[in-house]
Nanobody, 122 residues
Framework: QVQLVESGGTLVQAGGSLRLSCAVS????????MGWFRQAPGKEREFVAA????????YYADSVKGRFTISRDNAKKMVYLQMNSLKTEDAAVYYC???????????????WGQGTQVTVSS
């Protein structure tokens, strides 16, 4: 059973930067594609970013492309989301997800973390 625990969410000013972390336990981490989703109040959860098991390919929502960077450290079983040039519309609960493929991680992840709150002030 794969378990995902996010951390790093906090209050940040618009234009600032923040790095979210996701610690993974259980399962075979280096075979999973990993990703991040987010959900703002009153909105549906939306895909943010994903990364293949080999880190060769990354994928981003258009709304964060060029500002966010997903990465992973297979040795440490960690996934990161570096968020730069944050906007007020980036405020949301961010969820770490895992899938058997990048497509699954992007569309229908098999595992979800509990989420970490990111608040962006104007």
């Amino acid at each position: 059973q794969v378990q995902l625990v996010e951390s790093g969410g906090t209050l940040v000013q618009a234009g600032g930067s923040l790095r979210l972390s996701c610690a993974v336990s259980g399962g075979t981490f280096n075979i999973y594609a990993m990703g991040w989703f987010r959900q703002a109040p009153g909105k549906e959860r939306e895909f943010v970013a994903a990364i293949r098991s080999t880190s060769i390919n990354t994928y981003y929502a258009d709304s964060v492309k060029g500002r966010f960077t997903i990465s992973r450290d297979n040795a440490k079983k960690m996934v990161y989301l570096q968020m730069n040039s944050l906007k007020t519309e980036d405020a949301a609960v961010y969820y770490c997800v895992a899938g058997n493929s990048a497509a699954e991680a992007m569309n229908d992840p098999r595992c979800w973390g509990q989420g970490t709150q990111v608040t962006v002030s104007s």
